[in-house]
């Protein structure tokens, strides 16, 4: 009996320290509605738990990915077809970045055409090379991405503007 007890208490400190080293907010996530440069219709998907989040300095790299929408409406934005291929497209870039090291996902931007996601990471040596080995294989939908340094997360501030209402 004091084997398991002991047992839990070891595996609950390791999920503490695995939280805490992660530097990862509780999840709230939020879709808002936009209009685009262009008039158009655009769908944010962010995490708010990224709101005023204590951390930006650790993640000084922005990660923007563009995928490309093929089955779309007139409108540009993605089929109900489309939409589980984008995101599985999704899933295997933000596996592929978790894998290497720090990363934070803070949300997407579905808009005519494409969906952007954003990510801030630490290193952004280690997920260039990711996403480079990435980019080697077959991928669900066509993909490019860029990173640049981004200290105050100004490119995604618009997801947590005072004017931000979730649907």
Known sequence: M????LLVIFTLQIQVSVAQDSKVPK?????????????NDAFITANLGYKDYAYKADFPW??????????????????????????ETEDIITQALQRVGAVQYVGRVTVKGYRELYYFVADPEKANDALTKLTKKRQPRAWEYQMKEDKGWDRVALFFGPNAKCL
């Open 62 to 87: 922005c990660l923007a990915v563009n995928i490309t929408t093929i089955h779309k409406y007139p409108n540009g934005h993605p089929t109900h077809e489309e939409a589980p291929v984008l995101n």
């Open 2 to 5: 004091k084997f398991i007890l």
């Open 27 to 39: 999840e709230n996530w939020c879709i808002q509605k936009v209009t685009d440069q262009s008039g």
